[in-house]
């Protein structure tokens, strides 16, 4: 049986990367998907803002091999790295 408050709609069974950044300038971090390869301590380009344009941070956390069912943040809101630079 679902749930009345999933609205119906399960998450994706799928395996994402997980990274969490924060911004040059900024101490609040912000979740991403990934990609490509990054590691702790990368510097990264990430869109940011509602026109979408990348902006440079560093990578503080990843989390390999998460199933939408238990990411940390929802999938219809997360957005993806940019580039690794």
Known sequence: ???SMSGGVL????????????????ETPYWYVSDFDVDRGDRVSAPFGAG????TAT???VEH??????APVPL????????KL
Not at 76 to 83: E, G, M, N, P, T
């Open 52 to 55: 979408g344009l990348g902006k």
């Open 1 to 3: 049986m679902i749930h």
């Open 65 to 70: 091999n998460v199933s939408g069912q238990v």
């Open 59 to 61: 990578v503080v956390k």
């Open 76 to 83: 219809k809101r997360v957005k993806k790295l940019l580039a």
């Open 11 to 26: 998450s994706e069974w799928g395996s994402y990367t997980f990274v969490k950044v924060v911004f040059d300038g900024s």
